[in-house]
C-alpha cells in the first residue's frame, strides 16, 4: 500500500507544480465596454481593452486600506480588518481611515498602482481591474495580508448594509474568496476573486446582474457556481474543473491526512492543503 500512496504523492506532487486552473482563459471581444475585466493565472495576464481605465473602486479599496493597517496599524485596528472585508463594512473603513489617513496613498505608492487615485477618501478611491487583480495577486501568500482573504473566502452573504455578494467574479468556477462593491446607488458594481493559480478582477457600469453576466460571457473554460460564494464547501462536494467537465475532488489537506499512516518520509508535507485531487485516485488509496 506504501508504494500505491507514493505513487499517488508523485502525482499530487506532479498535479500542483501544474497552473491548476490552467483551463480558465478570457475572451476580451465578449465583454461589453461597460465592463473592464483582468485575469492573471500562471504569470500571464488576459484583459480587456479598457483595463487600464480608473474607475470607482468602491469597497475594494478596502483591500487597500486593509493592507496597511495589518502591517503598520495597531493590534487592535489588525483585529478589525479581517471583519472589514467579510461583510464590506463601511464604519470599520471610515474609523481606520481616520486613524491612518496615509493608509490607501502609502499602498498605492508601495505597489507602484499607477492606475489607482485616493482622492481623499477610501470611498472615493479610484483604480483599475489591472491594479486591483496585480495586487491581489501579489499579496496573496503573504502571511501578514491573510486576515485579508480570510475575509474573502468567507464573505458573508449579506454585507453590513444589508445588500447582497452573490455577484460577478464570486460566479466564476475555481473561485476561493471575493470581496465586492457597489455605488450607493447600485449603478456601478465591483468583485476581485482569487483562486488556485488565477486572480480576476472586474468592474462594471451597470447593476449585479449585468456585472456577472459580462464577467461569466468572457470567461472560457469553466462553468459557473451555482451556489452562494460564501458558502463553505464540505468534504465530498468539491469539483474539480477540466475545461467543461467537473470531476468529484478532495482538497491536498484531507489527502496528507487520508495518507499520513503510509508516508513515512513526509513527503506530503509539499502538497498546498487547497489544491483540489480527483476523488478517483484517491480512492485508490485506503484511509488509515
Given at each position: 500500500m506504501r508504494k500505491i500512496?507514493?505513487?499517488?504523492?508523485?502525482f499530487t506532487?506532479?498535479?500542483s507544480a501544474a497552473p491548476a486552473?490552467?483551463?480558465?482563459?478570457?475572451?476580451?471581444?465578449?465583454?461589453?465596454?461597460?465592463?473592464?475585466?483582468?485575469?492573471?493565472i500562471g504569470g500571464q495576464q488576459f484583459s480587456t481593452p479598457n483595463s487600464g481605465e480608473s474607475r470607482p473602486a468602491l469597497s475594494l479599496s478596502k483591500l487597500y486600506l486593509g493592507?496597511?493597517?495589518?502591517?503598520?496599524?495597531a493590534p487592535e485596528d489588525k483585529a478589525k480588518v479581517e471583519h472589514m472585508i467579510r461583510v464590506s463594512d463601511d464604519g470599520v473603513a471610515s474609523?481606520?481611515?481616520?486613524?491612518?489617513?496615509?493608509?490607501?496613498?502609502?499602498?498605492?505608492a508601495a505597489f507602484g498602482l499607477g492606475q489607482t487615485r485616493h482622492n481623499g477618501?477610501?470611498?472615493n478611491t479610484s483604480t483599475s481591474s489591472n491594479d486591483v487583480a496585480r495586487f491581489v495577486a501579489e499579496t496573496r501568500n503573504d502571511p501578514v495580508s491573510a486576515?485579508?482573504?480570510n475575509g474573502m473566502a468567507t464573505a458573508s452573504p449579506v454585507a453590513a448594509d444589508g445588500y447582497a455578494q452573490d455577484f460577478g467574479t464570486a460566479r466564476v468556477a475555481g473561485v476561493q474568496g471575493t470581496k465586492f462593491g457597489w455605488s450607493d446607488d447600485r449603478n456601478v458594481h465591483a468583485t476581485v476573486s482569487y483562486g488556485p493559480g488565477f486572480t480576476i478582477a472586474a468592474n462594471t457600469y451597470g447593476t449585479p446582474a449585468a456585472h456577472t453576466a459580462d464577467v461569466l460571457g468572457a470567461i472560457i473554460g469553466a462553468?459557473?457556481?451555482?451556489t452562494s460564494p460564501g458558502a463553505p464547501s464540505s468534504p465530498g462536494t468539491r469539483e474539480l474543473y477540466l475545461g467543461s467537465t467537473s470531476i468529484p475532488a478532495i482538497t491536498g489537506a484531507e489527502l496528507k491526512a487520508k495518507v499520513a499512516c503510509q508516508d513515512p518520509h513526509n513527503l506530503r508535507q509539499v502538497i498546498p492543503n487547497e489544491l483540489l485531487v480527483p476523488t478517483a485516485l484517491s480512492d485508490a488509496v485506503p484511509a488509515c
Open positions: 500512496a507514493a505513487a499517488l504523492l508523485s506532487l506532479a498535479l486552473a490552467a483551463a480558465i482563459t478570457l475572451n476580451p471581444g465578449a465583454v461589453p465596454s461597460r465592463t473592464q475585466i483582468t485575469l492573471q493592507h496597511w493597517v495589518l502591517h503598520h496599524g474609523q481606520l481611515e481616520r486613524t491612518y489617513p496615509s493608509a490607501i496613498p502609502d499602498t498605492i477618501y477610501w470611498g486576515p485579508l482573504f462553468p459557473v457556481i451555482p
